[in-house]
């Protein structure tokens, strides 16, 4: 056996062998320095609507229907506010029925929930049926109301509608009192209690009322006018005349305080004081039919006939009933056979009854 082949053999088989180590090595640090494959990413959890936002969204818009569709579709995850705001939507689509249902939902969850109770009297007032029991659930609810919270204005308001529309000044007083009591003295209920009182003859009680209000805010002209005709029905024309005649000069704005000096100035006949104010009357509302019936009669009374003929005509477009004054006018021509204006009177007169 040759003793050198078999020295090269072993040789080259140990180099091999060294070989494949350093290999096997070098795939062991590069495996250790790989970072591990990623596990395959699940997508990412998509955030649940903001349904109230997206409501009152559309509510901003006028968009009702959509808005009201929106909140029934989640109406289990609606907390009070959203109710809220489905109630409301549906008072602005007119909608009693769903008002009514939705205000008990509330009192279901908290029996002393004032504002579930105005909602409800709210819902109650739109409702025809309850309209014809002369609206005694919807006063119901808005007192209940009150009684849970005495300072919730709008109760007040919806009442003093409807205690207005039935003209009961009674109850009306003691309501606006008790905000008085309950709110504060703000100067737009004492205006109003001053306006009641007047309106009721309780004179001692208006004097009151429509003093504290003038000194509460003294821009408002209605305080001053309802003193000057508080004063007149107590028989002290001079400071009604007084009293009237400084809220008519420092409210020109107001057709109220010129409108009832110039009255109370037609009544004493001191036309050209009455003609003055039912003028400066019109201008300050021209849609006032009174003012400009009184306007029309007060330059008929000065001998204004083009002037009264053209207030006559649109004292009658803005009120047909003035038709009576307006032929009484003519009537008066007639009589004292005033040819030139007799003519155009009885063709504006006919025309304003409909003839």
């Not at 409501?55 to 818009?61: C, G, I, Q, R």
């Not at 003294?218 to 024309?237: E, F, H, M």
């Not at 107001?254 to 104010?277: D, H, V």
Request: aromatic share 10%; glycine share 4%.
């Amino acid at each position: 056996m040759n003793t050198s082949l078999v020295y090269k053999s072993l040789i080259r088989l140990a180099f091999v062998a060294v070989l494949v180590s350093f290999q096997c090595i070098a795939w062991a640090a590069n495996t250790a320095q790989s970072p591990a494959p990623k596990a395959a990413s699940s997508p990412a959890p998509i955030k649940e609507t903001n349904v109230l936002a997206s409501a009152e969204e559309l509510f901003k818009k006028g968009d009702y229907d959509k808005t009201s569709d929106l909140l029934w579709k989640n109406i289990d995850k609606l907390d009070r506010k959203g109710l809220m705001l489905l109630a409301v939507t549906h008072e602005k689509k007119k909608d009693p029925a769903n008002m009514i249902k939705i205000a008990n939902m509330m009192l279901s969850k908290n029996p002393k929930d004032h504002e579930a109770y105005y909602l409800l009297g709210s819902a109650q007032m739109m409702n025809k049926q309850v309209v014809s029991k002369k609206n005694s659930e919807a006063m119901e609810s808005f007192k209940t109301c009150l009684e849970i919270n005495p300072k919730y204005q709008p109760a007040y308001e919806k009442l003093a509608k409807m205690y207005e529309e039935k003209q009961n000044y009674y109850e009306l007083r003691i309501l606006y009192q008790d905000m008085l009591d309950n709110i504060g003295r703000k100067a737009e209920f004492l205006t109003k209690l001053c306006e009641i009182n007047t309106k009721d003859r309780q004179e001692d009680q208006a004097l009151s009322t429509c003093k504290e209000g003038i000194q509460k805010d003294p821009k408002i002209a209605d305080n001053y006018v309802n003193l000057g005709l508080v004063q007149k029905d107590a028989g002290d024309v001079d400071e009604a005349k007084k009293s009237l005649k400084t809220a008519a000069d420092a409210h020109s704005k107001s057709e109220f305080a010129q409108y009832t000096y110039a009255n109370l100035m037609e009544e004493q006949k001191s036309y050209l004081e009455a003609n003055k104010y039912y003028q400066r009357a019109t201008a300050a509302d021209e849609k006032s039919a009174r003012s400009w019936i009184g306007y029309a009669k007060s330059a008929f009374e000065l001998r204004k006939f083009e002037e009264a003929l053209d207030a006559y005509k649109k004292a009658c477009k803005l009120d047909q009933k003035n038709a009576v004054a307006f032929r009484k006018a003519t009537t008066a021509l007639k009589s004292a056979k005033d040819a030139g204006w007799t003519g155009p009177y009885e063709k504006a007169s006919e025309s304003c009854s409909g003839y």
